[in-house]
């Protein structure tokens, strides 16, 4: 065909609501030269039969983020580009059968509001009163969202591209790619229809995302993480009382979730549209006799309401009418799930100039900012908000097909299931388990997943209640409470040990290695035979992430960092790699154990050749119990201490040694109360893109006087106008069982001021402590505010800006 395009900057295969919105927010940044390939019509895939509810709901800072977005873009959208829609908001209800669901959504509804979202908890009576034809009778409270609704999807997708067309852009339909070609300058999509070179390809093919990414593995690609989930809905036939009821009120009900019962029922017309995501549920196309087929466009799944039962019959409990008219349509078709329910989107992993925008579980709330992230990834390298719980670098080696199936059936039938902070899912376990699993488990270590690492979290006695039950709560306390206390006191008066398995180790190597490393960090690179910790800016001057550097010498140059940034900061390295320097991943042949505490010289002393009196920060090669290790004098915990890292094979050994020294096993609980004590930022929490090094409190770590490095033009001119948040310690006043969770809203003065970042109870200082991004005249000692934990408003008081615990380091430089 004459007329097809030969070359564009961007081509997106796949042309659901994800791929036309990542084309439409292309296009509003200028890049306007960029083509959609899509196999069948637009909205082939999953988009065609969503439900179209459009929820700003989430317990996820960065997903709201993203649906806030969706649904502001969505209301202007029809008369933007003049196409109609039927989009309905009529709010929705949230049902809680329980005090832990109602903390759940009080921190929903605080999160909300920070982004100027309206929800707002409602009592029984409250919701019977939005919602007529509810039964209330066991229900504990609920919470009122105004801004959702539903959204026909075939004309939100054929608007967003309209949109598209409108400012330039192209969209190819019954078009399939069938391949691509990685050149030096970026890739050849090919079609049976020709030919496309392009600078950057994004794989937005939704449920057939596995297959396209098939095609990137020559290239450094992984197969992509995801299985492809039946989900299931029917629509009644019409309802007289609610036609009545819609009649005399000129709307619809509102959209109700019983996220207890796990279901949603949304008026469609005069009937009701009951979506369960059932326990019983089911995964297709997932063995040799069920493959996936070449072309399953506009098709559905055989309906199977058997496995609804009990699901219908709650519902109709729940609100009778539903019980009163007949079945008028099934609909039950393929929704692709990631391990976590969460999308793919972001830089594909191992792939140059390569993104993902699939995988979307809910994409139609979704598309709209994912539209928008995945643009920002592309022109501008970066996106507005940190999306680390939505980027595909976040799944590594580990997440074989075993585990996708899992963890997808597993997140499928838990989908309004509350994640609290001592709980963990055990589906998909015991994916990498180091040499000393077996032993952690003897001595009582209760086990968590890190980049499918397995550590110990606490380590439990005989008679402590093990059973997922007595996880289920937002508080602080429960079986592991005392033994957290007791790990931390035999760090605090003697010494423990800890196994930090999968700690990512890189190593960038070749003549310039120094150099390269030294123009990604902002920080001062240590000399050979010492440790740093580096601090990587983005171009915006904002917190990439932190690692520790290990100089071997100017060609070789060692770093670590956090065991689920491993792919994440393989990349940072690559950025710009020099020809003749490489990057090389050690990470899975090694394991690091922690001997941190007064005595942690004394345990070591015996069993190593090692100079225990070289200070603080520094590096050595030498044996313990006879094998080859690298001690570095660092310690997470703020204790005097070792990091001992090894071969997996010899790791048996020393750890039984420091046992027999008198060592107390701790866990990763532990570690986290150990270090809040003193002020030690975690990844992703503390230390994201949302944060400038700056705001983050890390102006000691920067160089201003290095003659290069990425983001310093952003820092110099933000240190001369000023931050608009900055770093801060916070001591709790009177925080009773509960911890703050991660983004809490941080109040003065009747004002929103803050967030809190991380929190956990120390347990040497006696003190529940929260860290925290506060405005910059309010991060003074002394200053008080308040934080809403729960729903709570709980006093704290800011700190001076210094470590809690031994703010001196005497006791980490002894």
């Known amino acids: 065909m004459s007329d097809f395009p030969s070359s564009a900057r961007v081509v997106i295969i796949g042309g659901g609501v994800v791929g036309v919105s990542t084309l439409y927010h292309l296009a509003k940044k200028g890049w306007t030269d960029c083509v959609l390939l899509e196999k069948n019509e637009l909205t082939a895939g999953s988009t065609w039969h969503a439900a179209g509810n459009c929820p700003s709901f989430s317990t996820s800072w960065a997903v709201m983020n993203m649906q806030r977005y969706s649904l502001s873009l969505y209301k202007g959208l029809a008369a933007e580009v003049d196409y109609p829609m039927n989009y309905h908001v009529t709010g929705s209800i949230r049902l809680a059968h329980s005090k832990e669901r109602i903390q759940e959504f009080a921190r929903a509804r605080a999160m909300g509001n920070y982004q100027g979202l309206n929800l707002a908890l409602m009592t029984p009576e409250e919701a019977q009163a939005a919602y007529p034809f509810l039964e209330t009778h066991d229900l504990a409270g609920a919470l009122y969202d105004p801004d959702d609704g539903d959204i026909d999807p075939a004309q939100l997708s054929q608007a967003l591209a309209k949109g598209a067309r409108q400012m330039g852009a192209r969209i190819e339909r019954f078009c399939p790619a069938t391949g691509v070609t990685q050149t030096p300058d970026g890739w050849i999509v090919h079609t049976d229809k020709g030919d496309i070179a392009c600078e950057k390809v994004v794989n937005a093919a939704g449920y057939y995302a596995q297959r396209v990414g098939e095609w990137f593995k020559p290239y450094g690609g992984r197969t992509v993480p995801m299985v492809t989930m039946s989900h299931q809905y029917f629509l009644t036939d019409e309802i007289p009382a609610l036609a009545e009821w819609t009649a005399a009120n000129g709307r619809k009900v509102p959209l109700l979730r019983d996220v207890d019962s796990s279901y949603y029922l949304r008026q469609d017309k005069n009937g009701l549209n009951l979506g369960p995501y059932e326990r019983n549920c089911r995964a297709h196309w997932v063995t040799p006799d069920d493959p996936l087929p070449d072309d399953f466009s506009f098709q559905l799944y055989p309906d199977d309401?058997?496995?609804?039962?009990?699901?219908?019959?709650?519902?109709?409990?729940?609100?009778?009418?539903?019980?009163?008219?007949?079945?008028?349509?099934?609909?039950?078709?393929?929704?692709?799930?990631?391990?976590?329910?969460?999308?793919?989107?972001?830089?594909?992993?191992?792939?140059?100039?390569?993104?993902?925008?699939?995988?979307?579980?809910?994409?139609?709330?979704?598309?709209?900012?994912?539209?928008?992230?995945?643009?920002?990834?592309?022109?501008?390298?970066?996106?507005?908000?940190?999306?680390?719980?939505?980027?595909?670098?976040?799944?590594?080696?580990?997440?074989?097909?075993?585990?996708?199936?899992?963890?997808?059936?597993?997140?499928?039938?838990?989908?309004?299931?509350?994640?609290?902070?001592?709980?963990?899912?055990?589906?998909?376990?015991?994916?990498?388990?180091?040499?000393?699993?077996?032993?952690?488990?003897?001595?009582?270590?209760?086990?968590?997943?890190?980049?499918?690492?397995?550590?110990?979290?606490?380590?439990?006695?005989?008679?402590?209640?093990?059973?997922?039950?007595?996880?289920?709560?937002?508080?602080?306390?429960?079986?592991?409470?005392?033994?957290?206390?007791?790990?931390?006191?035999?760090?605090?008066?003697?010494?423990?040990?800890?196994?930090?398995?999968?700690?990512?180790?890189?190593?960038?190597?070749?003549?310039?290695?120094?150099?390269?490393?030294?123009?990604?960090?902002?920080?001062?690179?240590?000399?050979?035979?010492?440790?740093?910790?580096?601090?990587?800016?983005?171009?915006?001057?904002?917190?990439?992430?932190?690692?520790?550097?290990?100089?071997?010498?100017?060609?070789?140059?060692?770093?670590?960092?956090?065991?689920?940034?491993?792919?994440?900061?393989?990349?940072?390295?690559?950025?710009?790699?020099?020809?003749?320097?490489?990057?090389?991943?050690?990470?899975?042949?090694?394991?690091?154990?922690?001997?941190?505490?007064?005595?942690?010289?004394?345990?070591?002393?015996?069993?190593?050749?090692?100079?225990?009196?070289?200070?603080?920060?520094?590096?050595?090669?030498?044996?313990?119990?006879?094998?080859?290790?690298?001690?570095?004098?660092?310690?997470?915990?703020?204790?005097?201490?070792?990091?001992?890292?090894?071969?997996?094979?010899?790791?048996?050994?020393?750890?039984?040694?420091?046992?027999?020294?008198?060592?107390?096993?701790?866990?990763?609980?532990?570690?986290?109360?150990?270090?809040?004590?003193?002020?030690?930022?975690?990844?992703?929490?503390?230390?994201?893109?949302?944060?400038?090094?700056?705001?983050?409190?890390?102006?000691?770590?920067?160089?201003?006087?290095?003659?290069?490095?990425?983001?310093?033009?952003?820092?110099?001119?933000?240190?001369?106008?000023?931050?608009?948040?900055?770093?801060?310690?916070?001591?709790?006043?009177?925080?009773?069982?509960?911890?703050?969770?991660?983004?809490?809203?941080?109040?003065?003065?009747?004002?929103?001021?803050?967030?809190?970042?991380?929190?956990?109870?120390?347990?040497?200082?006696?003190?529940?402590?929260?860290?925290?991004?506060?405005?910059?005249?309010?991060?003074?000692?002394g200053t008080k505010v308040e934080i809403d934990i729960y729903g709570q408003r709980v006093a704290a008081t800011v700190q001076a800006d210094q470590p809690l615990w031994d703010p001196a380091n005497t006791r980490i430089r002894a």
């Open 305 to 781: 309401l058997d496995r609804l039962e009990w699901y219908i019959e709650d519902a109709m409990a729940r609100v009778p009418i539903l019980g009163s008219a007949g079945v008028g349509r099934v609909i039950n078709g393929p929704i692709p799930y990631a391990p976590d329910g969460l999308p793919l989107l972001g830089p594909m992993p191992g792939v140059k100039n390569a993104y993902e925008a699939c995988v979307f579980t809910f994409g139609i709330t979704q598309g709209g900012g994912a539209g928008k992230v995945a643009a920002e990834w592309i022109v501008d390298g970066q996106p507005e908000w940190d999306m680390w719980s939505c980027d595909p670098r976040r799944y590594t080696g580990y997440t074989d097909q075993a585990y996708c199936h899992a963890k997808a059936v597993e997140t499928y039938g838990h989908e309004y299931a509350m994640h609290f902070p001592y709980h963990a899912w055990p589906a998909g376990r015991d994916k990498r388990l180091s040499p000393l699993h077996a032993k952690i488990k003897e001595l009582g270590g209760v086990m968590g997943a890190y980049n499918g690492w397995e550590r110990a979290n606490w380590f439990a006695k005989p008679g402590d209640d093990l059973s997922e039950g007595s996880t289920q709560t937002w508080a602080r306390t429960g079986p592991w409470q005392p033994r957290i206390a007791a790990e931390c006191a035999a760090v605090r008066d003697h010494a423990g040990v800890i196994a930090i398995s999968g700690f990512t180790r890189l190593a960038v190597e070749g003549p310039g290695a120094r150099a390269h490393v030294d123009r990604l960090t902002a920080s001062t690179l240590p000399k050979p035979g010492r440790v740093g910790l580096a601090y990587f800016p983005d171009d915006r001057g904002r917190i990439l992430t932190e690692m520790s550097v290990i100089p071997r010498s100017d060609d070789d140059i060692w770093l670590i960092t956090a065991s689920v940034a491993e792919w994440h900061d393989r990349d940072v390295l690559l950025r710009d790699l020099p020809k003749g320097v490489h990057v090389h991943d050690r990470s899975a042949k090694y394991e690091c154990l922690l001997v941190t505490g007064p005595k942690a010289r004394d345990i070591l002393a015996p069993l190593t050749d090692a100079d225990l009196t070289l200070p603080w920060l520094s590096f050595q090669e030498a044996t313990v119990c006879g094998n080859p290790c690298v001690l570095l004098r660092v310690s997470f915990a703020g204790e005097l201490g070792w990091e001992v890292h090894c071969a997996n094979d010899d790791a048996p050994a020393i750890y039984d040694a420091v046992l027999g020294g008198g060592a107390t096993p701790f866990g990763m609980f532990a570690l986290n109360a150990l270090r809040v004590e003193k002020g030690y930022r975690a990844w992703k929490g503390d230390l994201s893109t949302d944060y400038s090094l700056l705001e983050g409190g890390l102006d000691r770590f920067i160089n201003f006087a290095k003659p290069d490095f990425v983001g310093k033009a952003a820092l110099l001119a933000e240190k001369q106008r000023g931050v608009a948040k900055r770093f801060a310690t916070l001591t709790l006043d009177d925080p009773g069982d509960y911890d703050a969770p991660y983004m809490s809203t941080i109040w003065h003065d009747g004002k929103v001021v803050g967030e809190t970042t991380s929190s956990a109870w120390g347990y040497r200082t006696d003190k529940c402590i929260a860290l925290a991004m506060l405005r910059p005249d309010l991060a003074t000692e």
